[in-house]
C-alpha cells in the first residue's frame, strides 16, 4: 500500500526524470505506473524541441555560418564573398559608419605592390557615377593593402549567364547602355577600365547595373606601352594582343564581346588563346551576329558589330555614342530632352500661315560661328568643310558675337525629319546670348558641359544656324512650348546627327525640304534684317568592317 | 582611423563559450575596446545563426539571407550596449534574442506597411506572431503552446530554458554564462524544463 504522499514523490520523481530526458535530449519513455499523468505534456515538449533541432539541421546543412574572421582597422570583416588571382573581396562592417562594405585585400603571396593596388582605390575614387562600384576608402594596414566598397547586393553578369545564357535583347541593351554611361564616365576621366567582362559587371537586386573591380584600370593618357598585358582573353581588343596598351576604344571593344555574350551566348571568336586569337582577327569576321541571334534587332547587331571592329578608330567613339547606336534608331533622340521634331511642328499646324524668308546679312566680323567635335584623347577638333562625321559623334557649336545674339540651332537628317537643336530649357547660356564670350552650344545642364551627338546612321545630316539680334516670339513661343513637353535634365548629351560640313551659300538653300519648308514658313521679327543663317551640311562616314 | 590587422585566433581559440569572459567582454565593448567587441561578435554570431535558422520568417527569406539578418541584428545590439542592463550573469544571449526578434519584427512592419501592436519586452509574444519554418515542422499551434508556456516562466528559468532546448548550449556552456559548474546548470535547467512542461500542460 502507498499512500498520497508516496504518490506525490512518485510523481515528483517521474517529473524530474521526464524533465532530465527533454533536457538531455534522450528519449521519452513513459514509466508504466504513471503513463498518462504528465507525460502528454513532455511528449508535447519533446516534439518543440526536436522541431528546433530538425530545422536548425536542415538550414546547417545548406549553408555553414561564417563569423568575423578578423579585424581590418576599423572593420570587422564578416565573411569571404570571393576572390581572385589578386585579391579576396570580403563583407566587411564598419561600427562607426554603421555600413556594411566589400573589402578587397591583396593577396600577399601575389607580388602586387601595395601603391599598384592601391591604384585601383584612387581611380574609383574620381568617379562617382550610378553604374560604377562607389569606394569609401583604402588603406595600407599592417602590410596588407585593401580597399572597401559599396557592398552591391546582387549577382554578378556571369552567374546570371550561367543560369540564363542568353538574355533577352531588352535585358541585354539595357544592361549595355548603362555600361556605356559608365564607360563615358569613366572615360571622361581619363581612366580606361581594362578590363570589362561578365563577372566584373553586378546586377543588383533593386536592379541597378553596376561596373566593379577596377584592378586593371589605369589612366590611359599616362599608362606605358609594353606593359603587362592585363585583361580577359575574350575580351581582350586585337590591338591589345599587338602589344597597345589599354584605351577607351579597347573598353568598347570589351564591352561589345560582353554584349555579343549577353545576345548570343558566346563570344564573337571561338579562340582560347591568344596566339589563335590574334589570328582569327586578322584571317576573319567575327561570328554573325544576326545569324547567331535573329531576334537581335538589326541596329543592335550594327552597333556591336561596330564596337568589335578591328580598327579600334572604326569602333564608337565612346561609350555614350555606342549607348546611342543600341537604342532604337528613331529619328529625333531626345536624350537629354530637347531634340525636337520640326516635323511634329509643321504636322501640329504650328507654323501654318506664318510667312519668313530666309537671308543672310550683316557683317561676318560681327559673328563667329563653328562646329567642333569632342574627341576622346585630343580635346575639341574644329570640323572643316568636307569633314566626316561617325555615329556617335559628340558636335557642339563654338559662338561669339559683337552684340547680344538670340541663336536658334535646328538639325536635319536624311529622313525628312529634323530637330530644334537650341534653344534649350533649363540649360546655360540662354538667349540672348551675352556678347564678347565664346559660348559653347548646346551648353551646360545641371553644370555639366552636354553636347549634341549623332545617334543614327545616315548618308548626310544638316544643321542650320539662325542668329538675330532681336527676339523671336515666335520661334521662342513654340519652342518654349515643346521644351517642357520633353526636357528631362536628368540625362547627359542631347542626340543629333551630322555629315560634311558646307558652308553657306550666299542665298541659302536648305537641302532638308522639312526645314526649308518650317524655316520659309516662319515669321521672324527683324527690325533691320540682321538676321543670319548658316547652313552646314554633313554626310557620314560608311558604316563600318 | 585604421589601426590594423587582428586575426581573431590571437583573441581566443575557436569553439566554445569561454568561461564567465561575457560579462568583462560586454564591460571591455562598451569601453571601446575593439578587441572585446570583435569577440562578442565571434561568440554569439554562431550560437544566434544556429537560433535563427528556420525561426526567421519564411516571407524574409526571399531578400533576406538569414546569416545577413542575423549580422545586421547582432552588430546593432553591439552598437546599443550601452541600453543593455544585467541584473544577472547569462542574461545577454536572452537580450540579443530580443534584438533579433525585434528586428524581426521590425522587417515585417516595414515590408508588410502595417503597424503591429507588440510589447517590445514580449519576445515571446513576438516570436509566436511570426510565421516560420520551425512552425511548420512542428505546428503553430504546438509552437505558440510552447512560447506562451516559456512566457510563465520566471525570467531567470525562461532563459535557462531558452539557452538549452532553443540555443542548444551544452550545460558547461551554459554554466559559463551564468555561473556554477555544469551539473548545477543541468539541475537548474532540469527544473526550468520540468515547470515548462507543466505550464505547457496548463495551456493546452
Redesign the interface.
Known amino acids: 500500500m502507498s499512500g498520497p504522499q508516496d504518490d506525490e514523490v512518485r510523481r515528483q520523481r517521474e517529473i524530474e526524470r521526464l524533465a532530465r530526458c527533454v533536457a538531455d535530449d534522450e528519449p521519452l519513455s513513459a514509466d508504466a505506473d504513471h503513463e498518462g499523468t504528465h507525460f502528454k505534456a513532455f511528449a508535447d515538449l519533446k516534439d518543440v524541441i526536436d522541431g528546433f533541432r530538425e530545422v536548425q539541421q536542415r538550414f546547417a546543412n545548406r549553408r555553414s555560418p561564417s563569423a568575423p574572421s578578423f579585424q581590418f582597422g576599423q572593420l570587422e570583416v564578416l565573411d569571404k564573398l570571393g576572390e581572385g588571382a589578386q585579391a579576396e573581396i570580403y563583407r566587411a562592417y564598419d561600427p562607426v559608419l554603421d555600413q556594411f562594405f566589400a573589402l578587397k585585400l591583396r593577396r600577399a603571396e601575389f607580388g602586387v605592390l601595395s601603391s599598384d593596388f592601391l591604384e585601383e582605390a584612387r581611380h574609383l575614387a574620381r568617379v562617382h557615377h550610378p553604374n560604377i562600384v562607389r569606394v569609401y576608402g583604402a588603406a595600407n594596414v599592417d602590410g596588407r593593402a585593401g580597399l572597401w566598397t559599396e557592398l552591391v547586393n546582387g549577382q554578378s553578369l556571369e552567374n546570371l549567364l550561367a543560369s540564363n545564357p542568353v538574355l533577352s535583347a531588352h535585358d541585354a541593351i539595357e544592361i549595355g547602355t548603362k555600361l556605356c554611361d559608365a564607360l563615358a564616365a569613366l572615360h571622361t576621366r581619363g581612366i580606361v577600365h581594362g578590363d570589362i567582362k561578365a563577372s566584373n559587371v553586378m546586377l543588383e537586386d533593386s536592379g541597378r547595373v553596376v561596373l566593379m573591380d577596377f584592378g586593371a584600370a589605369q589612366r590611359f593618357r599616362a599608362a606605358a606601352p609594353n606593359t603587362v598585358m592585363i585583361g580577359t582573353l575574350p575580351y581582350l581588343a586585337p590591338e591589345l594582343l599587338r602589344g597597345a596598351v589599354h584605351s577607351p576604344q579597347s573598353d568598347i571593344y570589351a564591352l561589345g564581346v560582353l554584349m555579343f555574350r549577353l545576345l548570343t551566348g558566346t563570344f564573337p571568336y571561338t579562340a582560347t588563346d591568344a596566339e589563335t586569337l590574334s589570328s582569327q582577327h586578322d584571317a576573319s569576321d567575327p561570328r554573325d551576329i544576326s545569324r547567331l541571334a535573329p531576334h537581335v534587332p538589326s541596329h543592335v547587331a550594327r552597333a556591336i558589330d561596330r564596337a568589335i571592329a578591328i580598327d579600334p578608330q572604326r569602333r564608337h567613339r565612346g561609350g555614350a555614342a555606342f549607348a546611342s547606336a543600341l537604342r532604337p534608331p528613331t529619328p529625333i533622340h531626345t536624350k537629354t530632352g530637347v531634340a525636337v521634331a520640326i516635323a511634329l511642328l509643321i504636322a501640329a499646324g504650328i507654323f501654318a500661315g506664318l510667312a519668313w524668308t530666309t537671308n543672310k546679312t550683316g557683317d561676318d566680323a560681327d559673328v563667329k560661328v563653328g562646329l567642333v567635335r569632342e574627341t576622346a584623347n585630343e580635346g575639341r577638333e574644329t570640323l572643316q568643310s568636307g569633314s566626316l562625321v561617325s555615329l556617335g559623334d559628340e558636335i557642339a557649336v563654338e559662338f561669339k558675337s559683337t552684340y547680344p545674339a538670340y541663336v536658334y540651332i535646328f538639325g536635319s537628317s536624311e529622313n525628312n525629319k529634323a530637330t530644334v537643336l537650341f534653344p534649350i530649357l533649363g540649360a546655360f547660356p540662354a538667349n540672348p546670348l551675352a556678347p564678347g564670350t565664346l559660348h559653347h552650344i548646346p551648353g551646360s545642364i545641371d553644370g555639366r558641359l552636354v553636347d549634341w551627338q549623332v545617334v543614327t546612321e545616315a548618308p548626310s545630316e544638316e544643321i542650320v544656324v539662325l542668329v538675330a539680334r532681336e527676339p523671336q516670339p515666335d520661334l521662342d513661343r513654340e519652342i518654349a512650348r515643346l521644351d517642357r513637353a520633353n526636357a528631362d535634365p536628368a540625362t547627359a548629351s542631347i542626340a543629333r546627327g551630322m555629315s560634311k560640313l558646307v558652308p553657306a551659300p550666299e542665298i541659302l538653300t536648305i537641302g532638308n525640304p522639312y526645314l526649308r519648308e518650317v524655316l520659309a514658313k516662319t515669321r521672324l521679327s527683324t527690325a533691320d534684317d540682321k538676321i543670319r543663317v548658316w547652313d552646314f551640311r554633313l554626310p557620314h562616314t560608311q558604316p563600318l568592317r | 582611423?585604421?589601426?590594423?590587422?587582428?586575426?581573431?585566433s590571437e583573441l581566443q581559440p575557436e569553439g566554445a563559450i569561454a568561461l564567465n569572459s561575457t560579462a568583462a567582454l560586454i564591460r571591455g565593448a562598451r569601453g571601446g575596446d575593439?578587441?572585446a567587441?570583435?569577440a562578442l561578435?565571434?561568440r554569439f554570431?554562431?550560437l544566434l545563426?544556429?537560433?535563427a535558422?528556420?525561426?526567421l520568417p519564411i516571407t524574409l527569406r526571399d531578400?533576406n539571407d538569414?546569416?545577413d539578418f542575423v549580422?545586421?541584428a547582432l552588430?546593432?545590439a553591439?552598437?546599443q550596449l550601452g541600453t543593455f542592463r544585467s541584473d544577472r550573469p547569462g542574461s545577454f544571449l536572452i537580450y540579443l534574442r530580443r534584438i533579433l526578434l525585434n528586428q524581426v519584427r521590425d522587417e515585417l512592419r516595414r515590408r508588410r506597411a502595417r503597424p503591429r501592436t507588440v510589447e517590445l519586452d514580449d519576445t515571446v509574444q513576438q516570436a509566436a506572431e511570426i510565421e516560420t519554418?520551425?512552425e511548420r515542422?512542428?505546428g503553430a499551434e504546438?509552437?505558440t503552446?510552447?512560447q506562451t508556456a516559456v512566457g510563465k516562466l520566471a525570467k531567470r528559468q525562461q532563459e535557462l530554458v531558452i539557452m538549452?532546448?532553443?540555443f542548444?548550449l551544452s550545460y558547461p556552456e551554459i554554466a559559463a554564462e551564468v555561473g556554477g559548474t555544469a551539473d548545477a546548470a543541468?539541475v537548474m535547467?532540469?527544473?526550468a524544463?520540468?515547470k515548462?512542461?507543466?505550464e505547457?500542460?496548463e495551456v493546452?
Not at chain 2, 582611423?1 to 581573431?8: C, N, S, T
Open positions: 582611423m585604421i589601426a590594423g590587422i587582428r586575426m581573431h575593439d578587441r567587441r570583435h561578435l565571434k554570431l554562431p545563426l544556429r537560433w535558422h528556420g525561426r531578400v538569414t546569416q549580422q545586421m552588430i546593432k553591439l552598437n519554418h520551425i515542422a512542428i504546438k509552437f503552446a510552447y538549452r532546448l532553443e542548444g543541468r535547467v532540469t527544473r524544463v520540468a515548462l512542461a507543466l505547457l500542460e493546452r
